[in-house]
């Protein structure tokens, strides 16, 4: 969804700057492109750079937790049963605001297998977001690992669907409700 949101900044004639984690996906032409592997990297590229930034829009399905530690070797299997133990990876979106000091056009996504506005409607309160688009992950064939997307767009004064479409124009449709919203 990054790399189809960051082409339709392009077509609609701005500057495009994309943080990604791996993907196998080509950068669209003209697009800044900003390569991470984890979700402190991609903490300490977005707060490095959104000084320069109008419009954020935080699509990525980042991690929410990490190993708190890691072995350099392979784990040898001895015992029977193995505890992970995991801890949180820092909030990007939830750090925009406050910490990142952002003062532009602020759209996050919200991927919920339940409840889908009321969740949107809460993170768009949380994390000081202008728009949330919302993406119900549970239904086959939109969302993650999928060409098409059907989403939401919920903002404070209501919100709006965008029926089922390829990844590309439901890009197209978020970034330039993103954009309408800098001149409001
Ligand atoms: O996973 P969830 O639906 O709660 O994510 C909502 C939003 O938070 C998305 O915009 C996602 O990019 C962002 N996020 C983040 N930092 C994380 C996890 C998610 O900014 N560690």
Redesign the pocket.
């Known amino acids: 969804m990054g790399y189809a949101l960051a082409g339709a900044v392009r077509h609609e004639g701005h500057e495009a700057l994309l943080i990604s984690g791996p993907t196998s996906l080509d950068v669209p032409e003209g697009v800044d492109f900003v390569s991470v592997t984890t979700?402190q990297q991609m903490?300490e590229a977005v707060r490095d750079m959104v000084g320069g930034v109008d419009v954020a829009i935080?699509?990525?399905?980042?991690?929410?937790y990490r190993p708190v530690s890691f072995s350099e070797q392979k784990i040898k299997k001895d015992a029977e049963r193995m505890e992970l133990s995991l801890e949180r990876?820092?909030?990007?979106?939830?750090s925009m605001r406050q910490e990142f000091g952002f003062g532009g056009i602020l759209v996050?996504?919200?991927?919920?297998t339940q409840n889908l506005l009321a969740?949107a409607r809460g993170?768009l309160e949380a994390?000081g977001c202008d728009m949330v688009v919302a993406n119900d992950v549970s239904q086959p064939g939109v969302g993650f690992d999928a060409s098409m997307n059907e989403v939401w767009l919920v903002r404070k004064e209501g919100e709006e669907k965008l029926e089922r479409d390829t990844k590309y124009h439901i890009a197209l449709r978020i970034v330039q409700e993103s954009l309408s919203l800098v001149t409001r």
């Open positions: 979700a903490y935080l699509c990525a399905a980042v991690a929410d990876t820092p909030d990007i979106l939830g996050g996504f919200a991927a919920e969740g993170k994390k």
